[in-house]
Nanobody
Framework: QVQLVESGGGLVQPGGSLRLSCAASGSCFSINVMGWYRQAPGKQRELVGLITPGGGTNYAESVKGRFTISRDNAKNTAYLQMNSLKSEDTAVYYC???????????????WGQGTQVTVSS
């Protein structure tokens, strides 16, 4: 039906930057809220931030001022710009989206496959 594909993860030094992308594909759908989550080794998955269709955002306190979420509705894509990266940002990052297929009356949660972000010297 609908797939979310993430890209942009990798290895970066502390203080560096990285941008993740999350692209939705399918035959016919609309996207409501999109979000970014992360899970570090030995820790629970946590919400990084979310973005509404109109571009409104909120962020976890740990990333405020460093991370920026944006979206391009024409491209069905969300982005996570990560600046001033710290070692504690190391995690698998997942995108999610509430998506409504054409002809249906409710949103369904979708998840990307996850992408590894490693912050290390």
């Amino acid at each position: 039906q609908v797939q979310l594909v993430e890209s942009g993860g990798g290895l970066v030094q502390p203080g560096g930057s990285l941008r993740l992308s999350c692209a939705a594909s399918g035959s016919c759908f609309s996207i409501n809220v999109m979000g970014w989550y992360r899970q570090a080794p030995g820790k629970q998955r946590e919400l990084v931030g979310l973005i509404t269709p109109g571009g409104g955002t909120n962020y976890a306190e740990s990333v405020k001022g460093r991370f920026t979420i944006s979206r391009d509705n024409a491209k069905n894509t969300a982005y996570l710009q990560m600046n001033s990266l710290k070692s504690e940002d190391t995690a698998v990052y997942y995108c999610s989206a509430k998506i409504r297929a054409c002809g249906t009356a409710r949103d369904v949660d979708y998840w990307g496959q996850g992408t590894q972000v490693t912050v290390s010297s």
